[in-house]
């Protein structure tokens, strides 16, 4: 725990500070604030009419949680939501290789920000959302590329933030390029079978939320919808821009045109509102003709008519967002509707002020309330240093825009997707609701997307590249499974059924593309009479790894997945195999072994003297990064030994060499911890075994996936005893019952 303390202190202190703060919200304003769209929530809550202004998903939460608590409860629930938001954007965020201190910002920006505070106390649904989106991306970018399942659930998400708020649906296009761009598939013919396959699960899953809310919003109205909003909205926006002089009115539609000069008209607020939402406007019409239907019909003449005038208007409305300081501009709705008062809000009699005092008396038994001393703290602290900048969250939306267009290092990195991904939902959620109208309101949930796209894009900037996939439980199918068969099916296509020689050396690599030229390059041609192949297998790369192995003349073959390392190697020495191999060598990407000692490696097989020869580097030479690792594989060394009943030095050297039929006998199932599998595999099959002196030098480029070095060494104990265990203990078990 103290360790945990230490590596996330500064995370520790903002949440420190974010609970002290919701705290003193909490009790500043009691039972909760009520904001306007408070009452339609309420009002809505026993009848779930799906044609009110506001969907249905906030009502299906508040349910339960007003008959657990009320209003009181309701809002320190959504406190703590604000907290598990912070946090899962912090770990999601590490998961990308973002840097600890900018983590903690991305965390930091939801955990203090005085706005964020007051929506959580305010019966309201943004902190929902905000959840339903976090999840949603912790489920598309949490593990790696996401597989249909995890896609499907997404999709799910997605179709319940937009029934809490229909601006949701505009995130749809940043998921679906996501899915389609996310780790390299659209690169080749396999990958595009994946996209299909993950795109369809979201969509459906999408699909299954939208589609079941319509159909119960035509059971209850008798028509196709999922909001009574769509008229006030279109209308709202379109009458403050509608040059009514110059466009095909008729004379009923003219009545919905303002006579008021372009200039000089109010908000869309107001046309919205007050307005539309007047029962009395705009009079009789003719017989079937409803004001619903002339609203949107007016809409969209003004749509078809003044593109470029509406264009102008959502442009200037989104550009207001990166403002420096939160202020009003002429008739958009007042910023201190999100801002702490001195007294309880009544909104200058928008609601009747005893509708506050009588819902808070039905839901808690108390009246509204608001303590002035907490209220001046927390007011002074909101207007002062308490918000986010406009400027943080353009420079945040740059930055992830530079990197999903790979902009330098980005374009290495594995980073662009997920840039992509975070970067393009947070601003096309500002530009969808600046198409309706601006608020500072809706600028919230952008603040849990464009901080950590901007993370995600300086990390990918800086050249920091995103970790291979953790695997550590995850066994692979047994071979050839799709990705395998969509590999070698691409291979035989470019090559041929038998492109290799006798002598094959067998590279797995997964973003090496600045190291691999350079191990290519050093690779003899020849060993002893034998020419010597080199495959490359990408292990599901999203650099220019397969680009660069080809240019240096090796055979490539791309595995549209990544599964590891251990897979890719098990691929090889199939590949290998059925192109005419009789001997296998592996060698890693990373420039770690001296290739110039292939011969050497060679010679006890071509001898007859063994039929699987590895490298050691305790009995050659060793350059050692750390001291934990260093002591690793003397342990393991041991452990193996003590297993086997056989000397072993080095269980974990990677420049291996072997008979080709023995490579493709052994059972391989670990992705990652390969190693030890293949090792223990063919000396449980009484293969003989040579250790030879070899060296290993330090990697020649880049950053070990193997991760933390105890992390690693405990799942290297674990394959290596279940490997015993699977090869040792049961398989002869087997052949013991079979006999008798």
Request: net charge positive; hydrophobic share 45%.
């Amino acid at each position: 725990m103290t360790g945990l303390l230490r590596r996330h202190w500064l995370l520790c202190l903002l949440l420190v500070a974010g609970i002290t703060l919701r705290v003193l919200v909490w009790l500043a304003y009691q039972p909760a604030l009520l904001y306007i769209d408070s009452f339609r929530y309420l009002a809505n809550v026993d009848a779930l009419r799906p044609d009110h202004l506001n969907p249905l998903g906030y009502d299906l939460v508040l349910a339960p949680l007003l008959a657990i608590g009320g209003l009181a409860f309701t809002a320190a629930v959504q406190h703590v939501l604000g907290l598990a938001v912070a946090v899962a954007l912090y770990a999601l965020a590490l998961r990308h290789n973002v840097p600890r201190w900018v983590a903690a910002i991305v965390a930091g920006i939801v955990l203090l920000d005085g706005y964020q505070l007051q929506i959580e106390q305010n019966i309201m649904s943004e902190i929902w959302f905000q959840a339903l989106l976090v999840g949603m991306l912790w489920l598309l970018l949490g593990r790696g590329e996401p597989n249909w399942r995890r896609s499907a659930v997404a999709g799910l998400l997605l179709g319940a933030a937009m029934m809490t708020r229909t601006i949701g649906v505009t995130i749809l296009v940043p998921v679906v390029l996501y899915l389609i761009v996310a780790g390299g598939a659209w690169r080749n013919r396999a990958g595009w079978h994946r996209i299909a396959v993950r795109g369809t699960a979201c969509l459906l899953g999408f699909a299954v939320v939208v589609g079941s809310y319509a159909g119960y919003f035509r059971s209850v109205t008798g028509e196709w919808g999922l909001t009574g909003a769509s008229s006030h909205v279109l209308y709202g926006r379109m009458a403050t821009i509608a040059k009514c002089d110059q466009l095909p009115l008729d004379e009923t539609l003219k009545r919905f045109c303002p006579s008021t000069p372009v200039e000089e008209r109010k908000g869309v607020d107001y046309y919205t509102h007050f307005v539309y939402g007047d029962s009395d406007w705009p009079g009789a019409l003719p017989p079937g003709r409803s004001k619903q239907q002339l609203a949107d019909e007016f809409g969209m003449i003004v749509l078809r008519n003044q593109p470029v005038d509406l264009a102008v208007a959502v442009l200037k409305d989104f550009a207001k967002n990166f403002a420096p300081t939160k202020t009003t501009s002429p008739n958009d709705v007042p910023v201190d509707r999100w801002q702490f008062q001195l007294e309880y809000p009544d909104f200058d009699g928008a609601i009747d002020p005893a509708a506050f005092d009588k819902t808070a008396l039905i839901h808690d038994g108390v009246r509204t309330s608001a303590d002035e001393d907490l209220a001046r703290f927390l007011r002074d602290y909101q207007l002062s240093v308490g918000y986010t900048p406009g400027p943080l969250l353009a420079l945040a939306g740059l930055l992830g825009l530079a990197a999903a267009a790979g902009v330098g290092r980005a374009r290495r990195s594995g980073l662009r997707s997920a840039a992509l991904l975070t970067t393009g939902s947070g601003l096309i959620i500002l530009l969808g609701s600046a198409a309706f109208e601006f608020s500072w309101r809706y600028q919230l949930p952008a603040l849990v997307l464009l901080p950590l796209g901007g993370a995600i894009g300086l990390t990918a900037l800086l050249g920091r590249r995103m970790p291979a996939p953790a695997r550590r439980r995850v066994k692979l199918a047994a071979f050839p499974d799709d990705v395998d068969k969509a590999a070698m099916r691409e291979f035989r296509e470019r090559y041929g059924d038998s492109p290799l020689s006798q002598l094959v050396v067998v590279i797995a690599a997964y973003n090496e593309a600045d190291g691999i030229g350079t191990v290519l390059r050093n690779m003899p041609t020849r060993c002893g009479e034998l020419p010597v192949s080199v495959l490359v297998v990408v292990d599901g790369a999203t650099d220019d790894t397969a680009k660069v192995a080809a240019e240096n003349g090796a055979l490539v073959c791309v595995a549209p997945r990544n599964r590891g390392q251990g897979a890719a190697l098990r691929l090889g020495y199939h590949l290998a195999a059925a192109g005419g191999a009789d001997y296998v060598v592996t060698t890693d990407a990373d420039g770690q072994y001296d290739n110039a000692e292939l011969p050497l490696l060679m010679r006890p097989l071509l001898d007859g003297r063994a039929d699987f020869v590895t490298g050691s580097r305790r009995l050659g030479s060793e350059q050692a990064d750390s001291r934990v690792r260093w002591l690793g594989v003397r342990v393991f060394a041991g452990l193996a030994s003590i297993l086997t009943w056989r000397r072993i030095t080095d269980t974990s050297f990677g420049f291996r060499a072997m008979r080709a039929e023995l490579a493709c006998s052994v059972t391989l199932r670990e992705p990652q911890y390969q190693s030890s599998e293949l090792l223990l595999g063919v000396l449980a099959r009484r293969a003989r075994v040579v250790e030879l002196p070899m060296s290993m030098r330090l990697r020649g480029n880049g950053k070990s996936k193997k991760g933390h070095s105890l992390v690693y060494g405990a799942n290297y104990a674990r394959v290596m005893t279940g490997t015993w265990l699977r090869e040792y203990v049961l398989r002869r078990l087997r052949r013991h019952s079979v006999r008798h």
